[in-house]
């Protein structure tokens, strides 16, 4: 332990200062080969010793100097480096010889110089070779940290020797109790039971997931176990993946991997839909649209139009685009602006025959839109009729709105203007008789979109600030933005045409028991004592719009389709006469009038 941490000083001296030691380190050497020759051959004291021991001293480190012996990083030393000390050592030998005939008269002394030079070589060369071995011993100490790996399959064990280049593994868990006290390579195989015992015994902090092939929600289950005792994860990749790559680069753990669900779609299907397609998205640059421009992105589309008015989130998507070096991404446009222009707007589907909208443009901030009622407003329900009428005056085939399960019975302004949106398009539809395929998606929070929950909570851990939770029976429903994203796509192909779209969602979770996930995730826990080590929380109490639980039928009525994670709502149409009803909203927005405003939302949305 103690040695270990004396070579990590060592090698952490600046390099100026490594240089003088190694210098004083080549003249001890010098020093000791010269002794130990005169006692060898007995020639101790017969002559000037120090004199010729000075001497022999300047001439090797003049020579090491000449042949650049320090201006060489070490751990990079090749064999020709080798071969300048032996050059050095017989130069040596040469010099010193005539020097010692020339002060003693003494032929015979060529003993002791060349014996002198061959123990010099010898040091020389092995004390360069003990700095490596140091070296690699520092490097071993700093890279192989001990580890679990959960697992004890075959896939497990086909890649256990390659994971101990990198890795001390200390044990093996496997949920088999047959397979318990059994050694594979030598390595024990534990139950998930003794995991707390060998993470206090080992110091361990790392586990390595290797199970292929397993339930996922199972698979969560094993996450939620090595969370809780504060351990972190990393993921093998697929027996191909690795093949593929001929390398083995593990998977960080993200916190999407604890919420991940195996969602299956018709990706072929998906993608001869969108063929040849002109797509015009919306809120491109949002977590939404940039999720749902990398997934069509892989499609053979034709052309990709992309709004946002957000100009550094639309510089970010655009520059990650242009990473690609894709040829595809000429067909990409990038345009910064709203959907309340309609000057941008008549612009965008003059100049591109459009076939699909996806509209994810929305102010979705719920406590925010409670305080800017007339932006809430504008965009989600203005910007949306203008897409409407546009898409309408130029053909569009598919329209795809993003709704939200705040939309269903509303408390908050947000979640009105998000409904009267979904009776705004299915009204506009039957009104119009439009040739035009419309898909409303409905779905809860989205992991990690910007505002939501999860990087709050991450910010506030990594600040060492409480986690604020307004209720501690507050509840939401949970899907990555991958997940959405594909069953957004998937939406447009179905054939239940023109319809309320939702998600199949999971179970809703309780925030109290996401602020223990993600607490765990970063090694830490949640501590309700005061005094006790660990992650403080804050109950705020709901905001102004805020519900303790959300919902995501109004009707509590739906039927399924043929994907398994999409159910269609069904739910009264509510009638309105979408011309006037828009024409009454703009004037109340022209008045300013708040109360006005949201009564008129009410009684359109339960009329």
């Not at 008015?309 to 894709?326: G, H, T």
């Not at 991958?482 to 192909?493: G, M, R």
């Not at 223990?516 to 905001?543: C, D, M, P, Q, R």
Request: contains cysteine; charged residues 20%; hydrophobic residues 45%.
């Amino acid at each position: 332990m103690y040695i270990s941490k004396l070579i990590e000083i060592i090698f952490q001296i600046d390099r100026k200062y490594k240089k003088i030691l190694i210098i004083l380190n080549d003249i001890f050497l010098v020093c000791i080969s010269f002794i130990i020759a005169s006692i060898l051959t007995n020639y101790i004291n017969e002559f000037n010793y120090f004199i010729t021991l000075f001497i022999s001293v300047s001439v090797s480190l003049t020579l090491l100097i000449f042949y650049k012996s320090y201006q060489e990083i070490f751990r990079y030393i090749s064999i020709s480096y080798f071969y300048n000390i032996l050059y050095t050592s017989v130069i040596h030998f040469i010099i010193l010889f005539f020097f010692t005939i020339i002060i003693t008269n003494k032929v015979d002394v060529y003993k002791l110089i060349f014996l002198h030079s061959f123990l010099i070589f010898n040091f020389i060369t092995l004390s360069r070779l003990l700095i490596n071995f140091l070296r690699n011993i520092q490097t071993n100490i700093e890279i192989k940290q001990n580890i679990l790996i959960y697992g004890a399959g075959n896939f497990a064990v086909s890649v256990i020797e390659l994971l101990k280049k990198n890795y001390k593994i200390v044990g093996l868990i496997d949920d088999d109790e047959k397979k318990r006290n059994l050694k594979i390579n030598g390595i024990i195989i534990y139950s998930k039971n003794d995991i707390d015992f060998l993470k206090k015994k080992y110091h361990v902090d790392l586990v390595i997931f290797a199970i292929q092939n397993i339930d996922i929600n199972k698979k969560n289950l094993i996450f939620d176990y090595i969370l809780q005792n504060q351990l972190k994860i990393k993921i093998l990749p697929s027996y191909n993946e690795i093949i593929n790559s001929n390398s083995l680069k593990l998977k960080q753990f993200k916190l999407e991997d604890i919420f991940h669900r195996d969602i299956k779609i018709n990706i072929n299907e998906i993608n001869n839909y969108l063929k040849n397609k002109i797509i015009f998205i919306t809120g491109s640059a949002g977590s939404i649209g940039s999720e749902l421009t990398n997934q069509i992105f892989n499609s053979d589309f034709k052309k990709l139009i992309l709004l946002d008015q957000n100009e550094y989130f639309l510089f970010e998507q655009k520059r990650k685009i242009s990473d690609l070096n894709n040829i595809k991404c000429n067909d990409v446009k990038f345009i910064l602006g709203s959907i309340n222009d309609n000057k941008i707007l008549s612009k965008i589907f003059s100049e591109n025959n459009v076939d699909i909208v996806i509209h994810a443009a929305a102010y979705k901030h719920v406590d925010l839109i409670e305080n800017n009622i007339q932006a809430g407003i504008q965009t989600n329900i203005i910007g949306t009729y203008n897409l409407l009428e546009i898409s309408k005056k130029f053909e569009v085939n598919n329209f795809v709105f993003i709704s939200s399960d705040k939309a269903v019975r509303p408390s908050s302004i947000m979640g009105m203007t998000k409904r009267f949106s979904e009776i705004l398009i299915q009204n506009y539809y039957n009104d119009n008789k439009l040739n035009l395929v419309f898909s409303i998606v409905r779905f809860g929070n989205v992991i990690g979109s910007t505002g939501s929950v999860i990087p709050i909570f991450i910010d506030q851990i990594q600040n060492n600030k409480p986690l604020t939770i307004t209720d501690p029976n507050a509840t939401r429903f949970f899907m990555t933005v991958n997940e959405a994203c594909k069953l957004v796509l998937e939406s447009i192909v179905l054939r239940n045409k023109n319809n309320i779209y939702l998600f199949k969602m999971g179970e809703p979770i309780k925030i109290i028991d996401l602020a223990h996930k993600i607490a765990s995730f970063f090694g830490s826990k949640i501590s309700n004592n005061e005094g006790e080590w660990g992650v403080k929380i804050n109950y705020t109490g709901l905001k102004k719009g805020e519900k303790i639980n959300e919902e995501l039928l109004v009707d509590n009525d739906s039927e399924s389709t043929e994907n398994e994670n999409i159910y269609i709502s069904k739910e009264k149409f509510i009638k309105i006469d979408v011309r006037q009803s828009i024409i009454e909203l703009q004037k109340l927005l022209d008045e300013n009038n708040k109360t006005n405003l949201i009564k008129f939302l009410k009684m359109k949305i339960v009329n």
